[in-house]
């Protein structure tokens, strides 16, 4: 057993992680392994190819087709929400561009502003079982005041990455979620990943869970029913390893376009190590490329180091067990 493979072991058990772990060398596979339960109520374990939720980290497959989309000349850095929403979302201010929107500096108000969330027992601002189109969301959008100008400053925004999914859906004229299938997942492999209903879920995807009153509920009712552009797609770590291999290949879009997304378009804030790009987390010390997120009932971590030639791919059922083990995996990649 490896040094990273048994201190991942000893800290699953020491925290009661529930989730999957993959770490790859140069295409080879190193450490694939799986921890706790996939169904706590029917006490199903886990597997290597559970389906998991990714919460923010399909953040990236929005960028990914909005700029697919670019390069087939349907849209532009610098297009405005404006230009296609038209009179929708009228708080949205007329100079707001895809690449503000892309880049977390549109300053423009969140529906689900994580600077405002106390915990992961919040509620969405309409029954979940009602958001399940990308259009549905347009209420939940509405009514924001802007934060600041855009361009100013950094600000983690959910609702711009809906924005960018609404927006690539009205210019290419199909379901966001097929464009992700379409644009991202099928050059890519990706068999795996998709948008299922969270009340129909497949039989290979496990269940998150959230902890209330000293039981775990599963988080059906803290997420939308069908997840949209801001996070929420499911996967598996051998899926996320495809992806890896297939973006830094030129297989979903082009090597200059990569290379914008991986150009720090935010620095970090003091004392932060980390920046943003066009969809990605970057480091401010290395060329390692990460895509993040946690949610009620998932947290999830995929990163690629090009120098190294590592990628790895932790993922939890709860919203922070991933990142105990990310802190081991981290240090390897």
């Not at 597997?47 to 953040?59: F, I, N």
């Not at 995929?302 to 791919?313: E, I, L, Y």
Request: proline content about 4%; hydrophobic content about 40%; aromatic content about 8%.
């Amino acid at each position: 057993m490896s040094e990273m493979s048994r201190r991942v072991s000893e800290t699953a058990a020491r925290t009661g992680f529930a989730g999957v772990v993959r770490f790859e060398r140069a295409g080879g596979v190193a450490f694939d392994a799986a921890y706790g339960l996939a169904d706590r109520s029917h006490g199903i374990a886990m597997t290597t190819d559970s389906q998991l939720g990714m919460a923010s980290g399909s953040k990236t497959f929005t960028a990914l087709v909005v700029l697919r989309l670019m390069e087939e000349g349907l849209l532009d850095l610098s297009t405005t929400a404006r230009q296609v929403l038209g009179t929708d979302l009228p708080l949205i201010a007329d100079d707001v561009t895809i690449e503000h929107l892309l880049s977390h500096r549109s300053g423009i108000g969140d529906y689900l502003d994580e600077d405002e969330l106390d915990g992961e027992e919040y509620e969405l601002p309409v029954s979940a079982h009602r958001l399940v189109t990308t259009e549905d969301f347009l209420p939940v959008l509405d009514g924001h005041p802007t934060k600041f100008r855009a361009g100013d400053q950094f600000s983690y925004c959910n609702g711009g990455f809906v924005v960018l999914a609404l927006m690539a859906e009205r210019v290419a004229g199909r379901p966001y979620q097929d464009l992700v299938g379409e644009l991202v997942c099928s050059p890519a492999g990706m068999v795996d990943t998709g948008f299922p209903r969270s009340d129909a879920l497949p039989g290979r995807a496990a269940m998150g869970y959230v902890e209330s009153g000293g039981h775990w509920r599963t988080n059906v009712f803290h997420l939308p029913v069908v997840a949209s552009g801001d996070g929420g797609a499911y996967t598996t770590t051998a899926d996320m390893a495809r992806f890896w291999a297939a973006l830094t290949a030129g297989r979903i879009v082009r090597e200059e376009t990569l290379a914008d997304m991986v150009r720090a378009h935010s620095e970090p804030d003091p004392g932060e190590s980390r920046c943003y790009g066009l969809g990605f987390w970057l480091d401010d010390d290395s060329v390692r490329i990460t895509m993040s997120g946690a949610d009620a009932g998932v947290s999830f971590w995929s990163s690629h180091h090009p120098q190294r030639g590592t990628t790895a791919t932790v993922i939890s059922t709860t919203m922070g067990g991933a990142w105990p083990v990310v802190e081991i995996v981290e240090s390897h990649t």
